[in-house]
């Protein structure tokens, strides 16, 4: 009987045909899916070089998806198999993600749930508070506490002085007609 005591680890781009199983580990481990299978595979068709796979032994664990938006590039989705969480492949997909990233932009933007506001802040990524409202709910003058780092016509974003769940939660009372969202920005 032969005995295996070693795994083989392999990041690489996802083929054509692996995108399918990517997208049953996104809808598996993420709670909330902001982009939906048919805008993504979009997205992997025009810019295929961003979407990549952490492999064990040829099954896939884990994807990060990503694509250019305005002067960035936009981390979409990332997310490692339950099985496999806690065991920095997480990091390892992102530290790919940037090398890819190096070669033509100079900055990543991230959105993160709730439960990784840590794993991005330990990455050196520093966040800012996307908040999004219908204009007539409110105004630049609500927002006077904080330092308005740039205004979108769906909201503005926002400096942070502290970056947590409790605060995030604090705020989200407060401005409860709005969404709010850490966005955690890296220049690469």
């Known amino acids: 009987m032969k005995m295996r005591l070693l795994s083989k680890l392999e990041i690489r781009g996802l ?20 982009r ?20 064990l032994d040829e099954e896939l664990i884990g994807v ?22 806690g065991r920095g492949f997480g990091e390892k997909l992102i530290n790919e993600f940037e090398k890819i990233a190096k070669e033509k932009y100079k900055r990543i933007n991230a959105g ?3 439960e990784v506001i840590g794993f ?3 990455l050196n990524y520093k ?26 016509d769906y909201g503005f974003e926002l400096e942070v002085k502290n ?10 009372k407060l401005y409860h007609k709005a969404n709010l969202q850490y966005i955690f920005t890296k220049d690469i």
């Open 112 to 114: 993160a749930e709730d």
């Open 64 to 85: 990060i998806c990503g694509f250019p938006r305005d002067d960035y590039l936009l981390i979409s989705e990332i997310a490692i198999d339950e099985r496999f969480q």
């Open 120 to 122: 991005y802040k330990k």
């Open 163 to 172: 970056c947590n769940l409790k605060e995030l939660n604090k705020l989200r």
């Open 15 to 34: 083929k054509r045909e692996e995108f399918g199983e990517a997208m049953n580990i996104l809808n598996n481990e993420l709670k909330i899916r902001v």
């Open 36 to 55: 939906d299978n048919k805008f993504l595979f979009e997205k992997f068709k025009e810019f295929p070089q961003f979407f990549i796979g952490l492999f």
């Open 127 to 152: 966040p800012f508070l996307l908040i999004q409202f219908k204009k007539e709910d409110y105004n630049e003058d609500d927002f006077s506490n904080f330092k308005i780092l740039n205004i979108k």
